[in-house]
C-alpha cells in the first residue's frame, strides 16, 4: 500500500543554523506533497506544500523540493529560531481523498 | 481568520460506550476528513466525506465507525462500541478542493480516552 518514509526521527539544531527533513513515497501516482507542523497539544499547521509540476517551492525561510523520478522531498528551514521546535510531518496525496502521512521529525532548536 | 473547530476537546468513556466527535469544518469546504493520532505516534488517515457520502475510507475505519453531516455546519464521527486501542486524540479537517490539490486544515482534536 501507500506508505511515506521520513527521516531524521529527531533533529537537533542550533539557533541560526538550517534543518533538512526528509521524505520519500512510495505511490507514483502521487502529486500533491503538504508539509505539517504540529506543537504539542495542537492539530497539525500546514506551512507549505508543493505540486508534483513544481520542482521547488519557498516562502521566506522554509523551502520545499521535490524530485518526482526519485520519489523524494524535503523540508529546508534557514535561520531557525526557537519556536520553530515542533513535530513536523510530510504527506503525500494523490488528489485530495487520502492522505497518507510520515511518521514525523521532533526538532529542537537550541538558543 | 476561519478554522476548523472541534467539541469536545476532551472525552473520557467506559470501552463499549458509544462516542461522537463533532466538528464544524470552515465554511466554504465541501470535503471533510477524520484522522486519528494514538499518542507519539503519526497522523492516520479514516475517512473522507463529500456530497453527504464517504468518498473514502481506511482499513482503520470499520463498522464500528460512522460519520454524519447532519446539518449544513456540523460533521461528526461517531464509534459504536469503544474499546481501549480506540484511545487517540481525533482531528477533523476541511479542504475547499476546488483544483483537487487543495490543501486541509485540520482542528485542534479531541483526545478520546477509553478506560
Known amino acids: 500500500g501507500e506508505n511515506v518514509e521520513q527521516h531524521p526521527s529527531t533533529l537537533s539544531v542550533q539557533e541560526g543554523d538550517s534543518a533538512v527533513i526528509k521524505c520519500t513515497y512510495s505511490?507514483?501516482?502521487?502529486?500533491?506533497f503538504p508539509w505539517y507542523k504540529q506543537e504539542l497539544g495542537k492539530g497539525p499547521q500546514l506551512i507549505i506544500d508543493?505540486?508534483?509540476?513544481?520542482g521547488e517551492k519557498k516562502d521566506q525561510r522554509i523551502a520545499v523540493t521535490l524530485n518526482k523520478t526519485a520519489k523524494h522531498f524535503s523540508l529546508h528551514i534557514t535561520e531557525t529560531q526557537p519556536e520553530d521546535s515542533a513535530v513536523y510531518f510530510c504527506a503525500a496525496s494523490t488528489g485530495g481523498f487520502k492522505t497518507i502521512f510520515g511518521a514525523g521529525t521532533r526538532l529542537f532548536v537550541k538558543a | 481568520e476561519p478554522e476548523v473547530t472541534q467539541t469536545p476537546s476532551h472525552q473520557v468513556t467506559q470501552m463499549g460506550q458509544e462516542v461522537i466527535l463533532r466538528c464544524v469544518p470552515i465554511?466554504?469546504?465541501?470535503?471533510f476528513y477524520w484522522y486519528r493520532q494514538i499518542l507519539g505516534q503519526k497522523v492516520e488517515f479514516l475517512v473522507s466525506f463529500y456530497n453527504n457520502e464517504i468518498s473514502e475510507k481506511s482499513e482503520i475505519f470499520d463498522d464500528q465507525f460512522s460519520v454524519e453531516r447532519p446539518d449544513g455546519s456540523n460533521f461528526t464521527l461517531k464509534i459504536r462500541s469503544t474499546k481501549l486501542e480506540d484511545s487517540a486524540m481525533y482531528f477533523c479537517?476541511?479542504?475547499?478542493?476546488?483544483?483537487?490539490?487543495?490543501?486541509?486544515?485540520f482542528g485542534p482534536g479531541t483526545r478520546l480516552l477509553v478506560l
Open positions: 505511490d507514483s501516482a502521487s502529486n500533491y
Open positions: 465554511s466554504n469546504h465541501l470535503y
Open positions: 508543493i505540486r508534483s509540476n513544481v
Open positions: 479537517a476541511s479542504s475547499a478542493y476546488t483544483s483537487g490539490l487543495d490543501p486541509q486544515y
